[in-house]
Structure formats: structure tokens, C-alpha cells
């Protein structure tokens, strides 16, 4: 959220969108990786909030990848984050979604909430799109984080076409996965 008194620094979403493949990029290390994602988030938002919710969501990624379960995921998302909004936003996700806006913590819940209460990646990215409309943040990152939990299956692709060439995005996670092994 920009404000005059924030001096220009916005804690908007965007950071938090953009940094799933940061999470699945193996030659950054997972020591590394909550510092990474703030320094990415740090290159268009100056806000703390945007820093430490990239940072948040990089560590349930990447645990995610690692194969930990969702709620250890979720408790080492926790601990990467240095401000208490981060965690409290974390901490709320059993209330509900937070809201339809793009300030960070408001994101992060409402998009962990319908990723936490659904069971596939198609029924987490519904609900959200029902929630928050299809042009709204939320989705966007349910779309990310459901994606690391579930996979995207063909049907998902048909419904949402990505708007890079499927076999690009195949030979770009197969480079990312390679790393892996």
C-alpha cells in the first residue's frame, strides 16, 4: 500500500507473484533463498512487507519442492519472516481470506487460506477466482503456490493458456529440475 508518508516505498503483492522460480532455482541455496527473494523483491518494491512476504512465500515454495508437507511448509515460512505483519498474515489463514486488495499481508493470507483448504490446485484456484475475480492478486499467487503443491494439469493449461509458449515453459522447468538431481 502506498502512502505520501511512505516515501515512495509500496508494500503492493507484485514481489510475491514473481518469485516462485527463485524458490525452485536449486543453485540458490536454501540458507540463501529468504535474503535472495528480499533482495529481488528490493529491485521495484522498497517496502519491508514486500521484502519479507517474497521472502515468506520463496521458503513455503521451496519446502514445498523439497517435499515437506504443507504445514511444515507453512512453519518454515514462518520462521523466514523478520516482521510481525508477515507472521500474524501466516497465522490468520484458518480465519479466511483477508481481502480482495494488493497490500502484501492481505495477499499472503487470502491466498494461503484457499490453498490451505482445498485439495488440489483446480479447486484452490476456483474458489479463489470466485473469492477475488480473475484479474485480482489473489489468484495469481494461488495459482503459484497451488502450482508447486498439486502440478498444473492439461486442463488447467486449456482454461488458463500461460501466455508463454507451452514448450518454452516446458524446456524452462526442465532446466530448474535438472538442477535438482
Known sequence: MWTASSGGRTAGC??????????????VPEESLADAARAEADL????PLAQDGAAAVAVLCRSLVLGKTWRVAVADAVASARLPETVTAIG?????PAGKGGYVPEVLQTALHFVDRHGS???ALTAAIEYAGPANYCPVLVGAIGGVCWGVDDALLARFPPTVPVDRLGRLSGALAADWS
Open 44 to 47: 521495484t518494491h522498497l517496502h
Open 121 to 123: 490446485l483446480r479447486e
Open 14 to 27: 507484485n514481489p510475491l507473484h514473481r518469485v516462485a522460480p527463485l524458490a525452485a532455482a536449486a543453485a
Open 92 to 96: 490468520r489463514v484458518p480465519e479466511g
